[in-house]
């Protein structure tokens, strides 16, 4: 945990950073990172917008929970439909999909921002984005996105950790990767597919499972990923898990329980290109 001298230094950095950026637009993703850096915003009276796209590549749970956190703040929110299969790399899941899908959702946000006369486009990217397989950062640098919480140095365990003093709900929320990163790379995706997978894991959620990932594999093979810190839950919910996995016609279906839920198909992928 970081002291509490370095975090109040990290938000002040931020605080500053943000001042210089309003009036812009903050575009929100659902996951805690974005959400916090809308809260801090909207908590400190700056003039920040908020984006949502809604689109396939969420599940019905995740869009009504983001929809509804933010109907709940007092500040301006824009909703808005992206579809990101409609670029022939995110349908066709490329390895690049993250860069393409990026570029052409912050370039309508660009749009958005300059038509509402707001002068920045900021996004929840941190600072331990920087150590990961990310080719959507090359996006959101060709087209002048700001990411003030990776500029301030700040992790995940910080933004956490700042979340909870300052009163953002679930500051704790698990991260919940976009449906496409569940198939791998170079495997045809379709609206269908990425509903039914998206189905089958707000149904595992509302059995309580929080960090899991339910991945279809090359050969029409299913993998349930559940990490580790699950193990007990997991074995409560077992059976019911299983039998609704079945249920979709998903079976069998192969369990593994690990540390590690991200990044799945990138491992698959040589040197990590």
Partial sequence: MISTASLNDRLELLHTLLRSLQPGLIAVSGGVDSRFLIHVAWLWKLDFHAAYAVGPHQSERERRAV???????????HMLGFNPLTLPEVRGNAASRCYHCKHALFSHLARLAEAKSLVAVLDGTQADDMRVHRPGRQALQALGVHSPLRQVNMGKAQIRQAAQRLGLAEPGQPSRPCLLTRFPYDYPVSRQQLALVGRVEDNL???????????????????LQIHEQERNEWQKVKKQALDLISGYGLAPVDVELTGHLSGFFDKERPNGQ
């Fill in 67 to 77: 929809l509804g956190w933010l109907k709940a703040q007092v500040g301006f929110v």
């Fill in 205 to 223: 959620s509302a059995l309580g499972l929080q960090r899991y990932r339910f991945r279809l594999l090359k050969g029409r093979a299913f993998l």
